[in-house]
């Protein structure tokens, strides 16, 4: 049911709702007397996809998520292995032109293969099935590993996750996987967007992960007050942070994070590690 609800809930983006709210109000102001209720709603929503897709607005939601974990740096103790969430690989696109294809998310495969072979002893884990309701194409896990391994990564490394349909399932289903034991250090791979989210999943499932952040969608702070010259990048983006914003909100409300806005913790000592029950 929730799986259902996030994505109906894709229907509420901003770029959606302001040209409705527009197309709204022209209907009110030509089709009946409510002069200044049409007025405003047409107004609103021209304006207000203006204002989002010009103005940084999509920059100033969704910096603090990107800003939430800082970049990894290796301090030299070992790593057991390295997950990565999908989302980078677009399914329909790949089955209908038999053609390996990804979208604006694929630095999360591109940092998945350099941390493989940055470390060759850590276990290579892909988690991800297929988000879409309804949806008979394979999983994402299993078509993204398959290219993979003609690029030269060794099957005998990747573990597969093909249950999960939501960054929840991806952290309750890894975790049963893979059986994470007390010292280990994993990485967790996917975007810094939707870092906060994820690792608030995978802490709330009892799997302590490292965030490894890639596909950054802002330069950093000087984009908060740098304006946009294409309309619908700025939509996009701020339909990106929405979607993730109302995100972590249901995943707070219905028990699936520990925290409104999960944020880095210490790392727990050999031996404090352990094992959530399966909820």
Same mark, same amino acid.
């Given at each position: 049911?929730?799986?259902?609800m996030s994505q109906i809930g894709g229907?509420?983006?901003?770029?959606?709702?302001?040209?409705?709210?527009?197309?709204?109000?022209?209907?009110?102001?030509?089709?009946?007397?409510?002069?200044?209720?049409?007025?405003?709603?047409?107004?609103?929503?021209?304006?207000?996809?203006?204002?989002?897709?010009?103005?940084?607005?999509?920059?100033?939601?969704?910096?603090?998520?990107?800003?939430?974990?800082?970049?990894?740096?290796?301090?030299?103790?070992?790593?057991?292995?390295?997950?990565?969430?999908?989302?980078?690989?677009?399914?329909?696109?790949?089955?209908?032109?038999?053609?390996?294809?990804?979208?604006?998310?694929?630095? !999360?495969l591109f940092a998945f293969m350099d941390?493989?072979?940055?470390?060759?002893?850590?276990?290579?884990?892909?988690?991800?099935?297929?988000?879409?309701?309804?949806? !008979?194409?394979?999983?994402?896990?299993?078509?993204?590993?398959?290219?993979?391994?003609?690029?030269?990564?060794?099957?005998?490394?990747?573990?597969?996750?093909?249950?999960?349909?939501?960054?929840?399932?991806?952290?309750? @289903?890894?975790?049963?996987?893979?059986?994470?034991?007390?010292?280990?250090?994993?990485?967790?791979?996917?975007?810094?967007?939707?870092?906060?989210?994820?690792?608030?999943?995978?802490?709330?499932?009892?799997?302590?992960?490292?965030?490894?952040?890639?596909?950054?969608?802002?330069?950093?702070?000087?984009?908060?007050?740098?304006?946009?010259?294409?309309?619908?990048?700025?939509? @996009?983006?701020?339909?990106?942070?929405?979607?993730?914003?109302?995100?972590?909100?249901?995943?707070?409300?219905?028990? !699936?994070?520990?925290?409104?806005?999960?944020?880095?913790?210490?790392?727990?000592?050999?031996?404090?590690?352990?094992?959530?029950?399966?909820?």
């Amino acid at each position: 049911m929730f799986h259902v609800m996030s994505q109906i809930g894709g229907l509420l983006a901003p770029s959606n709702v302001m040209p409705v709210m527009g197309l709204l109000g022209l209907i009110v102001l030509v089709a009946t007397p409510w002069r200044r209720m049409g007025l405003a709603l047409a107004g609103g929503g021209i304006c207000g996809i203006l204002v989002a897709g010009l103005l940084p607005v999509g920059n100033w939601a969704i910096f603090p998520l990107e800003q939430r974990f800082p970049a990894f740096v290796d301090d030299g103790r070992p790593i057991t292995g390295i997950i990565v969430l999908s989302g980078a690989l677009e399914l329909t696109r790949t089955a209908a032109r038999r053609q390996f294809t990804v979208n604006g998310a694929a630095e !999360r495969l591109f940092a998945f293969m350099d941390l493989a072979r940055r470390y060759p002893g850590a276990r290579l884990v892909y988690s991800g099935g297929n988000s879409r309701i309804g949806s !008979r194409l394979p999983p994402e896990a299993w078509t993204a590993t398959e290219y993979l391994k003609t690029l030269g990564l060794p099957g005998s490394r990747l573990t597969i996750e093909t249950r999960s349909h939501n960054t929840w399932e991806n952290a309750r @289903e890894t975790r049963n996987l893979v059986r994470p034991g007390p010292g280990e250090r994993w990485l967790l791979v996917t975007s810094a967007w939707h870092m906060p989210r994820a690792v608030g999943s995978f802490e709330q499932a009892g799997f302590h992960v490292i965030p490894y952040p890639v596909d950054f969608q802002t330069n950093g702070a000087r984009d908060l007050w740098q304006p946009l010259t294409v309309v619908g990048q700025g939509l @996009e983006r701020l339909d990106l942070a929405a979607r993730e914003w109302l995100g972590l909100i249901g995943y707070r409300l219905s028990g !699936r994070t520990g925290a409104l806005f999960p944020g880095p913790r210490a790392e727990p000592k050999s031996g404090e590690a352990k094992l959530a029950t399966a909820k």
